[in-house]
């Protein structure tokens, strides 16, 4: 059994169940367990997220030690994100441990994903490797993004119209309006009707089924809203789902 150790720190329980023809004992568990101990700590870790709404400036530190009796330097820094980050190292104590800035300088724009390389003077770790991803929050909630009408029986003579309506409210995650743009169908069956009890805030989208149009079987369909806030576009997209009989 081989375990990869690479990014891992602390205990580490693997076990794998090995087949055979034996017929007294077919299936045999082995295990292995131990205590993984880096040349090199960096906390919290060496995957990085900066998450945050558009135009957000993030920042996020790690610290990095040498828990070993040896004396720690960095050496270089790349990366192959530097149109998207900064980065400055700074020194806590002297040889011996470091702290990593990394942020966004002119805000997040968009999600990316990279690495930042630390070359370091340990020769059994002569490089750091931290997973660096960029992530843009949807500012639009719409909720429940997913409706589900059940199973619709059309050969009911009257069929009570709240069973054919769903609603779902649109509002922006932070403070500041946002505009209904179009709601976008793929089915001439669906339509959509709009209220707002705080205009530029907070609305209901009505989802209405036409009874007299309906498919049969199963149908799984989707309604995509367009929004507008601070003269930035933004979709969502509303999943229905039922069974026409």
């Given at each position: ?8 720190k ?54 990095i030690?040498s828990?070993?009796?040896?004396l720690?330097k ?19 104590e ?10 966004t ?33 949807k ?10 009408f059940?199973i ?18 649109v509002?922006?995650?932070?403070e ?55 003269k930035r ?10 069974k026409?009989?």
């Open positions: 059994m081989k375990v990869n150790t690479k990014n891992r602390g205990k580490l329980n693997q076990s794998a169940t090995i087949f055979s023809n034996d017929p007294q004992k077919p299936t045999t568990k082995i295990s292995i367990s131990g205590f993984i101990k880096q040349f090199i700590s960096v906390e919290p870790s060496t995957i990085v997220l900066l998450q945050g709404y558009y135009g957000d400036k993030i920042v996020k530190k790690v610290t030690t828990p070993e009796d040896q720690l960095i050496t270089d820094i790349t990366t192959d994100i530097d149109d998207k980050i900064q980065h400055k190292l700074n020194t806590i002297k040889e011996k441990e470091y702290s990593l800035e990394i942020k300088p002119s805000g997040i724009r968009e999600s990316f994903q990279g690495k930042v390389v630390l070359k370091t003077n340990i020769q059994k770790k002569p490089e750091i490797e931290l997973f660096v991803t960029g992530r843009v929050k500012e639009v909630n719409v909720s429940p993004p997913y409706l589900y059940g619709i029986d059309t050969k009911k003579e009257v069929i009570d119209p709240k069973s054919l309506t769903r609603t779902v409210m509002s922006r995650a932070r500041g309006g946002l505009s209904i743009k179009k709601i976008e169908l793929n089915s001439n069956w669906i339509t959509t009707e709009i209220e707002t009890s705080k205009k530029g805030e907070k609305y209901s989208v009505i989802i209405i089924l036409d009874k007299d149009n309906l498919p049969k079987g199963k149908f799984r369909e989707k309604v995509t809203i367009h929004t507008e806030y601070d576009p933004e979709a969502a997209t509303i999943i229905i789902d039922g026409v009989i």
